[in-house]
Nanobody, 122 residues
């Protein structure tokens, strides 16, 4: 499967953005989907994940209550709605797909998109 993330940009603190990740190829609904991010000078970290059907989600503590992950299996797309953005949310955001695991561990993910940059100004 190939993943294409989009929707990044520059936003002021307190603002909102919605990221999208479109998947091509077969079997999108059979993949767990996740979002990760990498801030300048830092390691990539887990943000959110959603189960195959979308019935279950979980989040990193740093974004809980502000970010919402969702998916539309008919459109082969996963979303990340980001509200109340903070300067520390500035990072390149990556979507990823996992065939077997519902996990926040990077090693569990088999396919990665190219990333989209989110910059939050103070």
């Amino acid at each position: 499967v190939q993943l294409q993330a989009s929707g990044g940009g520059l936003v002021q603190a307190g603002g909102s953005l919605r990221l999208s990740c479109a998947a091509s190829g077969r079997g999108f609904s059979s993949y767990v989907m996740g979002w990760f991010r990498q801030a300048p000078g830092k390691e990539r970290e887990f943000v959110a994940a959603i189960s195959w059907s979308g019935s279950s989600t979980y989040y990193a503590d740093s974004v809980k209550g502000r970010f919402t992950i969702s998916r539309d299996n008919a459109k082969n797309t996963v979303y990340l709605q980001m509200n109340s953005l903070k300067p520390e949310d500035t990072a390149v955001y990556y979507c990823a797909a996992a065939r077997r695991a519902y996990s926040g561990t990077q090693g569990a993910y088999d396919y990665w998109g190219q990333g989209t940059l989110v910059t939050v100004s103070s």
